[in-house]
């Protein structure tokens, strides 16, 4: 069994580098461009202050963490949302059918996830179990389908040689392990219950701490002015490639306008 040391300490961790890099943000004036982000990093200070004082096993662990669930499900859409405009804020065409694609994927998944559990909701069951099981699923259906959207936003990365900032990439890659391991450590919940649950959630803090450090040491103002690319081609197959790329994106803008 981890030591509860160990996991003091990567609380503390991330409660520290979340505050620190959200300052950081403000200071060199990148909360604007990572606004959602920013409001995130925020927002973690007082809910990582909460559930340091607050009792795990308590009543008001749970009904906390049932009201607080939803925000930060908001959260993680919207920043999801943020960081694909970023990456397709030259190409417009293609992040409205992204964005509308995400509304379609999130409004099936979480229908489908919290169908799932109706079978299992009887008569008995009681109402804090009840609130809790809808809670779950409806965090499984929300991580699921953005999950598959950062795996298309990555596809996409490494398909299309795209100029970008370095912070954006930065941000694209560390955030993609953080939200993935989050939803990996959802799946192994899901599938081991408590037997694993102390491991698992040594694992999820451990990742979340090691993604808080690589924000708060790679983000930074100069990171906006140097341009690199995903993918290396040849100058003529580059030029091709994102040609296709805007002959795609203007075709969509079209079929928008329509």
């Excluded at 308590?58 to 990456?87: H, N």
């Excluded at 804020?89 to 995400?102: P, S």
């Excluded at 102390?198 to 140097?226: H, P, R, Y």
């Amino acid at each position: 069994m981890p030591s509860p040391a160990l996991v003091l300490f990567f609380e503390w961790v991330s409660l520290l580098g979340a505050g620190l890099t959200a300052l950081k943000l403000f200071r060199i004036g990148l909360y604007r461009r990572y606004r959602f982000f920013f409001i995130y990093l925020v927002s973690l200070v007082p809910y990582g202050i909460c559930l340091l004082v607050l009792d795990v096993n308590s009543g008001l662990y749970q009904k906390f963490w049932t009201v607080t669930a939803p925000l930060f499900w908001l959260f993680y859409i919207l920043v999801v949302f943020e960081l694909c405009g970023l990456i397709l804020e030259k190409h417009k065409g293609l992040y409205t059918l992204g964005r509308w694609a995400m509304y379609f994927a999130l409004a099936v998944s979480v229908t489908v996830s919290v169908l799932s559990l109706l079978p299992r909701i009887t008569p008995a069951t009681p109402q804090r179990t009840r609130i809790m099981g809808y809670v779950y699923a409806t965090e499984r259906g929300v991580d699921f389908s953005l999950a598959i959207f950062i795996l298309l936003i990555l596809l996409f990365l490494s398909r299309y040689p795209v100029p970008l900032s370095r912070n954006v990439v930065v941000h694209a890659v560390v955030f993609s392990l953080f939200f993935l391991s989050n939803t990996f450590g959802l799946l192994l919940h899901s599938v081991f219950g408590l037997h694993l649950k102390n491991e698992v959630d040594v694992f999820l803090i451990g990742t979340s701490s090691a993604c808080v450090l690589a924000w708060l040491a790679l983000l930074n103002a100069k990171g906006e002015e140097v341009r690199v690319s995903t993918l290396h081609f040849g100058r003529g197959d580059e030029e091709r490639i994102l040609l296709q790329l805007d002959s795609l994106n203007d075709t969509l803008l079209k079929a928008s306008h329509k």
